[in-house]
């Protein structure tokens, strides 16, 4: 019903004002000020606001138009038509003459478009249009635009893995807001104050889950706590405060109380329409459920979730994890044909649904993926595969059993001999290297700088990209690769550039992103360690994967077996033989 009315709402708005009309500039405030208020609150009645102002013969209202109207449209999931106004606003807005509104307005819209490709997941993009529109909003002393710049910002380092520095820039924003607090109105203060609020609740929620610490256990709580408090005119934040609240319960074992709280939840939900939240709770409410061994309950809700996911198309991860979690429960409950049916679905979608996540995430950092989840899905997908594969071939004989099995001993003697050969070469590549008392020869780089200071002409730009490599190879020089802070933020720091500008000449000198490269000088450092120091044999996975700047020894094992073929143990052995 409240569906109806909102639409009903829309339509006789739009209606209303289907001819263009003239706009003071008091009244074209106040239309602008509503439609970005009403943004997390009520995108209907945003809308409506937007259309108002979409009516207006002025370029510089039409262009903010459209570019709300883009990200409103991108909160529905309607890509298409987001990427299209926003097109559409940086047309109008290139017909505004330079002046300090069209500078303004032009933070406002790279805002909503990096906030638009944060939800497409194309988190490079969006990054790229916060910093530039910070910058903007910088330069315009517009310090409400800077905060919210600061937060969305936040957020992305969040989504990128980045946990730590990702607080940092969001308690920045905190502070900001504390201090303008008096020059804005209460209501814009309490709206930004509950977004930094959300965003720090979700980053300590996130880094608890990252490192087990239960100190941002609590830090998460109480900033959601004060996010519920402050979100008197936001329903999407008083939404996401809640169910945040819930996944504390849940990080406690406390079950019983997450679940009302999720319960509560899914009434508000149905009441305001709002689908994909639905979906997620649903989500949660099944693994409450999974952790409190209600297998049938928790069964109810994934399928619920499911089922809301495919009906709107939403995006599909927490689908996927759905599917984990059901594979588990089938499995438990001995009913193989159901946990392969929901192991394969899992793994069929995952591959590539991993992909794109970490094709962008790699730009902002490197995320560890699930590798683990991964092979639990394998070991239950192979398990179930075979139980179902046997009581078939009895029917039939163990001629396939046996042809099977041949098959894997080709493919196992293959997969040997290609291994065997790898290590002999990766062997004889690092005793090469040792002979010359060398780990990583930046040489190449270094002759290509000399080769580059001769010359007789060269640009500027290429002056300032060999002063960078030169400064970035002293540090690989000194080993400072090996320390776990050695990220493109740090280095940046050190040799006085941008992220931006230095990810770029990385790229171009390496021919690897910065991240590739860096890891590529980690692997390789422990490799030689391995082949040249017995007593570095002994040390276990965790320690060598320290020594050389890794977390922790799943994503060492990955980066060393992408490398070598074979996991770090493994090549110990080998060593050892």
């Known amino acids: 019903m409240k569906f109806i009315i909102h639409f009903c709402f829309l339509f006789f708005s739009t209606l209303s004002f289907s001819q263009t009309i003239k706009l003071s ?250 689908k994909l939240e639905s979906a997620q709770i649903c989500y949660n409410m099944g693994i409450s459920y999974y952790n409190t061994q209600k297998f049938d309950e928790a069964l109810v809700y994934f399928v619920k979730s499911d089922s809301i996911y495919n009906v709107n198309k939403f995006d599909k991860s927490q689908y996927l994890d759905s599917n984990y979690y059901q594979a588990k429960i089938y499995e438990i409950k001995k009913e193989p044909s159901k946990a392969l049916q929901h192991a394969k679905i899992y793994l069929n979608n995952f591959e590539s649904s991993e992909a794109k996540k970490n094709a962008e995430k790699s730009e902002v950092n490197f995320l560890l993926g699930k590798k683990n989840l991964e092979n639990e899905m394998i070991q239950i997908r192979d398990k179930f595969k075979r139980q179902v594969l046997i009581e078939s071939l009895l029917k039939w004989g163990g001629i396939a059993v046996i042809f099977l099995l041949i098959i894997i001993l080709l493919i196992n003697y293959r997969n040997k001999k290609v291994n065997d050969k790898k290590f002999n070469n990766l062997l004889l590549e690092f005793e090469t290297i040792a002979n010359t008392k060398k780990v990583i020869d930046n040489n190449e780089a270094f002759s290509d700088l000399e080769k580059n200071k001769k010359s007789s002409s060269f640009n500027l730009d290429e002056d300032k990209e060999n002063e960078l490599i030169q400064k970035f190879s002293k540090l690989i020089d000194k080993n400072e690769f090996l320390k776990e802070g050695f990220t493109l933020q740090y280095v940046a720091n050190k040799i006085k550039t941008n992220t931006t500008y230095l990810s770029y000449v990385v790229n171009k000198k390496f021919e690897k992103s910065f991240s590739d490269y860096v890891n590529e000088l980690k692997i390789n450092y422990a490799i030689n360690e391995i082949i040249t120091n017995p007593t570095y044999r002994k040390y276990s996975t965790q320690a060598i994967a320290e020594s050389v700047g890794f977390k922790n020894a799943i994503s060492f094992t990955k980066s060393f077996n992408k490398r070598t073929g074979v996991t770090p143990a493994q090549f110990v052995k080998r060593m050892n033989d």
């Open 25 to 274: 500039d008091t009244e074209y405030q106040k239309l602008h000020d509503k439609a970005r208020l009403l943004i997390n609150s009520n995108i209907d009645s945003s809308f409506v606001y937007a259309n108002k102002i979409e009516k207006s013969t002025n370029n510089l209202h039409k262009s903010f138009a459209y570019g709300i109207k883009s990200y409103l449209y991108q909160l529905k999931g309607d890509s298409i038509q987001s990427k299209k106004l926003y097109k559409k606003s940086l047309s109008y807005l290139e017909k505004v003459p330079a002046s300090n509104d069209k500078t303004k307005l032009h933070a406002y819209l790279l805002n909503y478009g990096g906030l638009s490709e944060s939800i497409r997941g194309n988190l490079s993009n969006a990054l790229l249009k916060y910093e530039a529109g910070k910058k903007i909003a910088m330069k315009t002393d517009d310090k409400l635009q800077v905060i919210k710049f600061g937060y969305n910002i936040a957020s992305l380092y969040g989504s990128a893995g980045n946990y730590k520095l990702a607080i940092k820039e969001a308690r920045k924003s905190d502070e900001l807001i504390d201090k303008y607090q008096l020059k804005i109105s209460k209501e814009k203060y309490e709206n930004n104050k509950s977004n930094i609020n959300i965003c720090l609740g979700s980053l300590y929620e996130s880094l608890h889950n990252s490192d087990l610490d239960k100190k941002s256990l609590d830090s998460a709580k109480y900033f959601y706590s004060k996010a519920l408090f402050v979100s008197t005119n936001l329903l999407s934040n008083k939404i996401r405060a809640k169910s945040g609240l819930g996944n504390i319960y849940c990080l406690k074992d406390n079950y019983p109380d997450a679940i009302k709280t999720y319960l509560s939840l899914l009434v508000d939900l149905k009441e305001n329409n709002q």
